[in-house]
């Protein structure tokens, strides 16, 4: 059974950090592309960030959505089957409910959409007050 646990969200001003951690099993962790997804109240779920597979000259390929690039940092710890976001410089607009997901596509064309698995988390929350 495939379970991908997120944890590390609260309640922050804005301005403030969190770090989120997700720890997978019942997959071989690092043959899948791995992120993090939000959704929050009355929008649709979007994607934060997706790290890939495999480490090339530069590192893992990442993807960050246009609206978290330079203050989230997505990393994968594949020893610990975890991966971790880190949020800095949060705004009110980050507020919602936060989802690990694994089987995700779509990185080296600058994107990241689940895969037929869609293999995703419960969930943690964050909500950045102003």
């Known amino acids: 059974e495939v379970q991908l646990q997120a944890s590390g969200g609260g309640l922050v001003q804005a301005g403030g950090s969190l770090r989120l951690t997700c720890a997978g099993s019942g997959f071989r962790f690092g043959d899948y592309a791995k992120g993090w997804f939000r959704q929050a109240p009355g929008k649709e779920r979007e994607a934060v960030s997706c790290i890939a597979t495999s480490d090339g000259p530069t590192g893992y390929m990442t993807y960050y959505s246009d609206s978290v690039k330079g203050r989230f940092t997505i990393s994968s710890d594949s020893a610990k089957n975890t991966i971790y976001l880190q949020m800095n410089n949060l705004k009110p607009e980050d507020t919602g409910v936060y989802y690990c997901?694994?089987?995700?596509?779509?990185?080296?064309?600058?994107?990241?959409?689940?895969?037929?698995?869609?293999?995703r988390g419960q969930g943690t929350q964050v909500t950045v007050s102003s």
């Open positions: 997901a694994a089987d995700l596509w779509g990185l080296p064309r600058g994107t990241c959409v689940p895969g037929l698995n869609d293999w």
